[in-house]
């Protein structure tokens, strides 16, 4: 989902002069690896894909709490979280608005039959429903988003700018200072 804001980001970091010269250091990695295994295990056994996805946010909300430090860390933590409670309170899937979904470029038949392992339907049953996947973004990739993946998108354009050595703080803007330190 994210390769292109990933791609993006590299690219306007690269374009504002950053290079990469170190990768941050997170604590408690166990947690990330933990996330993407039990996702995984969603994928390949999609009977228990409600409980292996609301295990996976678990442990990346924890992964993301333990190196809240930084600033885009904190962006993703608030995305993720958002996602997190509509999954919880939607039996482990994120429920998606078929109108929209409709205008993607792929079977949506997965979501209608109740097969998909990570989404449902939108309905009126559901809980939390302006948090589902109910925004379309045409370009650059069709899908449909929810407010919470605007925030992990920001976070993942914020982080990329720090690995480039280029990083841009929302704290010091909203303080008058420029957005990122001098080099």
């Not at 589902?132 to 982080?159: A, K």
Request: hydrophobic share 50%; charged share 15%.
């Amino acid at each position: 989902m994210l390769l292109d804001v990933i791609l993006f980001s590299f690219i306007v970091a690269f374009l504002r002069g950053g290079r990469i010269r170190n990768i941050p250091t997170f604590h408690k990695l166990p947690f990330l690896a933990a996330s993407l295994l039990l996702q995984l295990c969603s994928a390949l056994m999609p009977e228990w894909g409600g409980g292996f996805v609301s295990l996976a946010y678990v442990c990346i909300l924890l992964f993301f709490f333990y190196n809240r430090v930084h600033e885009d860390i904190r962006i993703f933590l608030i995305g993720w979280l958002l996602n997190s409670l509509v999954i919880w309170t939607n039996l482990g899937r994120m429920p998606v608005d078929l109108k929209l979904a409709e205008k993607l470029p792929y079977s949506i038949e997965p979501i209608v039959n109740g097969t998909d392992f990570k989404h449902t339907v939108l309905s009126e049953a559901t809980h939390l429903p302006f948090l589902s996947d109910i925004i379309y973004m045409p370009f650059p990739i069709p899908r449909l988003i929810s407010v919470g993946d605007m925030f992990i998108m920001l976070g993942t354009f914020f982080l990329v700018q720090r690995i480039m050595n280029r990083p841009i703080s929302l704290v010091r803007l909203r303080a008058g200072k420029p957005y990122a330190a001098k080099h």
